[in-house]
T-cell receptor, first 116, second 113 residues
Framework: DADVTQTPRNRITKTGKRIMLECSQT?????MYWYRQDPGLGLRLIYY???????NKGEISDGYSVSRQAQAKFSLSLESAIPNQTALYFC???????????????FGSGTRLTVV | DQQVKQNSPSLSVQEGRISILNCDYT??????FLWYKKYPAEGPTFLIS?????DKNEDGRFTVFLNKSAKHLSLHIVPSQPGDSAVYFC????????????FGPGTSLSVIP
């Protein structure tokens, strides 16, 4: 099984619908992140969480919300989806002790979301 | 304004030759830099990193060079192999927020057999 699992892998939804993207990890990492990838813009941070009771906004949090249900689970919600939220979404984890040990982030395989 | 820039969206290199991917940054607070590699339909994977106290880090065929005065780093792949064909993201963080990494837009490398 993958260390970081994202569901669904692909999703098409209509404008105005609520949608949730889920992420679970078996790495035992305390820190989890949601990024979106757009062509020419790289990966941009949406939200991050350093533990279950800690939620922080990233650079592009408007229109999104998150929930850290457990150390291993971090979900991203679009309350009312709009077409410019069409993107590739990645969940990532890191270990507070890993920086400096060249480990960085562990990413999931991504969720391709299309809002029509 | 992007803090991490990769001005070449794509690069093609012959197998066996050197690939050089460039990255520039604007934030002088950045002190830790990473390169990630991404294949289609997969998430990015960590490739190599460098701390600002160094100017070079090497791992097998991959070497990253850091020029702090120019705010520039580069990734060298020698020799390039077809399996290296992927998108490469440059990323940076600073000591005040090591876990908030800023990514560049990526460079798509094609290694031609």
């Amino acid at each position: 099984d993958a260390d970081v699992t994202q569901t669904p892998r692909n999703r098409i939804t209509k404008t105005g619908k609520r949608i949730m993207l889920e992420c679970s990890q078996t790495k035992g990492h305390d820190r989890m992140y949601w990024y979106r990838q757009d062509p020419g813009l790289g990966l941009r941070l949406i939200y991050y969480s350093f533990d279950v009771k800690d939620i922080n906004k990233g650079e592009i949090s408007d229109g999104y919300s998150v929930s850290r249900q457990a150390q291993a689970k971090f979900s991203l919600s679009l309350e009312s989806a709009i077409p410019n939220q069409t993107a590739l979404y990645f969940c990532a984890t890191s270990d507070a002790g890993s920086w400096g040990s060249n480990y960085g982030y562990t990413f999931g395989s991504g969720t391709r979301l299309t809002v029509v | 304004d992007q803090q991490v820039k990769q001005n070449s969206p794509s690069l093609s290199v012959q197998e066996g030759r050197i690939s050089i991917l460039n990255c520039d940054y604007t934030n002088s607070m950045f002190d830790y830099f990473l390169w990630y590699k991404k294949y289609p339909a997969e998430g990015p994977t960590f490739l190599i990193s460098i701390s600002s106290i160094k100017d070079k880090n090497e791992d097998g065929r991959f070497t990253v060079f850091l020029n702090k005065s120019a705010k520039h780093l580069s990734l060298h792949i020698v020799p390039s192999q077809p399996g290296d064909s992927a998108v490469y993201f440059c990323a940076a963080s600073d000591r005040t927020s090591y876990d908030k990494v800023i990514f560049g837009p990526g460079t798509s490398l094609s290694v031609i057999p």
